[in-house]
């Protein structure tokens, strides 16, 4: 079955779906959509995916978008190491704690989002900046106290089985420094994320080991 990811170094959410496919040892090649160059607006990549975003999974000539929506796919094809777990709560649970990063974080601190305040608003590349990391920041607060309050988490978020939302986690903690957002405050969503990024399938997903990163001293 062929198995096709198409990625870019700098996408938090690619790299929480190259971390799944790791994660579960799924076989795949990663077709680079540099965001940079606008590869994401080609003719080509436009037919796959006219939203213009990454990642995009073709899994057999099948293509699906959105990073959560590949998650749930990749865990119901490839069943081996599971990603959510079987009790209907612990599973709405790793859905919402995912989504805080997923749905309501990561999309405000995009490339397009960011250059969209410069275009439009003038904003330089230091308010780009603050404004990303105000709402990593707010990301952060959020997640912490939900595991905190919800009293789920173990080694990872629930307990000690890896799940989606540990992969989302970790996406946004590499997110946030990148950006040198105020990761202080949250010191369980840290001990979590620095677990899972240990797991060397995982590990090796991390952005900044991908072609094309910049080398950081």
Do not use: C
Not at 48 to 72: F, M, R, Y
């Amino acid at each position: 079955m062929a198995v096709t990811l198409y990625g870019f170094w700098r996408s938090l959410a690619a790299f929480r779906v190259r971390a799944a496919l790791n994660y579960k040892g799924v076989a795949f090649e990663e077709k680079i959509i540099d965001l940079a160059k606008g590869d994401q607006f080609s003719a080509s990549y436009h037919e796959l995916n006219p939203q213009h975003v990454i990642p995009l999974l073709d899994h057999d000539g099948k293509h699906i978008t959105q990073s959560l929506a590949i998650l749930e796919y990749i865990n119901q094809i490839w069943p081996n190491n599971p990603l959510l777990p079987q009790d209907p709560y612990q599973q709405a649970y790793v859905r919402s704690i995912s989504q805080i990063t997923i749905a309501d974080t990561h999309p405000l601190v995009v490339p397009r989002v960011r250059n969209y305040l410069g275009k439009t608003f003038g904003q330089d590349e230091n308010s780009q900046t603050a404004w990303a990391q105000h709402w990593l920041n707010l990301g952060s607060q959020a997640i912490e106290e939900r595991l905190v309050n919800e009293k789920l988490f173990g080694k990872f978020s629930l307990g000690d089985q890896i799940t989606f939302a540990d992969l989302a986690l970790a996406s946004h903690v590499v997110g946030a420094r990148i950006f040198k957002a105020d990761l202080t405050q949250a010191p369980t969503l840290i001990a979590i994320v620095d677990q899972v990024l240990a797991i060397e399938s995982i590990g090796k997903a991390h952005p900044l080991k991908q072609p094309g990163a910049p080398q950081l001293s």
